[in-house]
């Protein structure tokens, strides 16, 4: 399409057949992804889908970086296609845009709440179990009145979004490496407290929950060691989606949540010294029949 069709476009959307889209995702890629791939050589690639895009009361403004390449409605820019083009596989190229050969380092940006949701439930990579744990809970961005703020794209930019979750972790409210603790924690700065996650209002409440154990490689026949924080917070079980730099962000009761690997993380420095991180011998032994998929 860049070749041919849009010669002269800067870059073009990529989509698949079975997505379906926010009113603001075209605004979405025009007033941030664009801006932000000009401005900053960090960002690879900028798309509309949060792999843990679950959460009610997120703020449809975030935004978040990883080193994972979400997929599922991303822009891809001339520059980056002038780059990969001359080795574009001939097939699963979205698993090979996660080879760090193409990313060379580089994060992608994605909003916090999605801008896609993925509505097909079968798929060369897709079956039922996935479908219904971690593609058909997410939700996708419905206000047809929401516009994205002109400058919003520059939160995102590498040291200002580093910067703040450092300011983030060092004003955390809490630090916790003890998940019973969660139980005992207060909630209420800043909103109400009671009911569910999705039924309580947003606080102004920052928690900070730290692990520490060498990510998986994925091979084991078991659910890797993320599990014991993802079930938790209702996340992948996968530790690499929505990755920064061993640390990522949810929701938790009304509150901002920032689940820390002190093994790996490059903000592991800012853990208070009286912090024990949650190990794996602290979590209770999870089979892939526990989660619903069988052995």
Not at 25 to 34: H, M, R, W
Not at 220 to 246: I, M, N
Request: charged share 25%.
């Amino acid at each position: 399409a860049l070749e041919t069709r849009f010669a002269d476009a800067p870059g073009v959307v990529v989509v698949e057949d079975d997505l379906l889209f926010s009113p603001d995702v075209l605004d979405y890629f025009e007033t941030v992804g664009g801006p932000l791939l000009d401005a900053d050589d960090t960002v690879f690639a900028v798309s509309a889908w949060n792999d843990n895009g679950f959460f009610d009361d997120e703020d449809p403004v975030a935004l978040r970086r990883s080193r994972w390449f979400p997929g599922l409605g991303w822009l891809l820019s001339r520059r980056l296609w002038r780059e990969l083009a001359p080795k574009w596989p001939t097939t699963h190229w979205d698993h090979w845009m996660r080879s760090a050969k193409q990313h060379g380092g580089r994060d992608c940006v994605f909003p916090a709440v999605p801008r896609t949701f993925h509505a097909g439930s079968k798929g060369t990579f897709m079956d039922s179990w996935h479908d219904t744990r971690y593609f058909a809970p997410i939700r996708h961005q419905t206000d047809a009145a929401f516009a994205w703020p002109a400058d919003a794209w520059r939160a995102a930019l590498k040291d200002a979004y580093e910067a703040d979750i450092a300011r983030r972790l060092t004003a955390a409210d809490h630090h916790v490496g003890d998940l019973t603790q969660l139980a005992h924690l207060d909630f209420s700065k800043g909103g109400q407290t009671g009911g569910s996650s999705r039924e309580r209002a947003t606080t102004t409440t920052t928690i900070a929950v730290w692990y520490r154990w060498k990510p998986s490689d994925g091979s084991s026949l078991r659910p890797p060691p993320f599990v014991c924080v993802a079930e938790t917070f209702r996340l992948w079980h996968e530790e690499k989606r929505t990755d920064h730099h061993g640390l990522h962000r949810c929701r938790y009761r009304g509150a901002d949540v920032l689940l820390v690997n002190a093994e790996t993380s490059k903000y592991a420095k800012l853990k208070p010294p009286q912090v024990a991180p949650l190990v794996q011998r602290d979590c209770p032994r999870t089979t892939w029949a526990d989660l619903g998929r069988g052995s």
